[in-house]
């Protein structure tokens, strides 16, 4: 499997963004996947995730409310809508993909393949 993780920019505060990560060799809906980001000098944090099969979704404590994540089989892809977005948002995202579903999705560890990151930045 290989990700690609797109759609970072340079937003002011409030403004919204979405980023979206195309998977190849590898179905979406039959993988764990998840979002993950790393701000200069801080540890990689977990974002979102997506369970595979029907997709229960779980958001991380400082996004809840303002990011969602959403898949689509078809395109074999899955997305990050983020809204309102704040200063402390700007870091580099990840898209990432698990094979096992009895590991954590919380876990950067528990990620297997992982796609370049692409960057956010939030400022007036």
Do not use: H
């Not at 977990?46 to 369970?51: G, K, Q």
């Not at 309102?84 to 876990?107: G, M, T």
């Amino acid at each position: 499997v290989q990700l690609q993780a797109f759609g970072g920019g340079s937003v002011q505060p409030g403004d919204s963004l979405r980023l979206s990560c195309i998977a190849s060799g590898g179905t979406v809906r039959a993988l764990d996947m998840g979002w993950f980001r790393q701000a200069a000098g801080k540890e990689r944090e977990f974002v979102a995730a997506m369970r595979r099969g029907l997709g229960s979704i779980y958001i991380g404590d400082s996004v809840r409310g303002r990011f969602a994540m959403s898949r689509d089989n078809r395109k074999n892809m899955v997305f990050l809508q983020m809204n309102s977005l704040k200063p402390e948002d700007a870091a580099v995202y990840y898209c990432a993909s698990k094979s096992r579903d009895d590991i954590s999705a919380y876990e950067s560890d528990s990620y297997e393949i992982w796609g370049q990151g692409t960057e956010v930045t939030v400022s007036s």
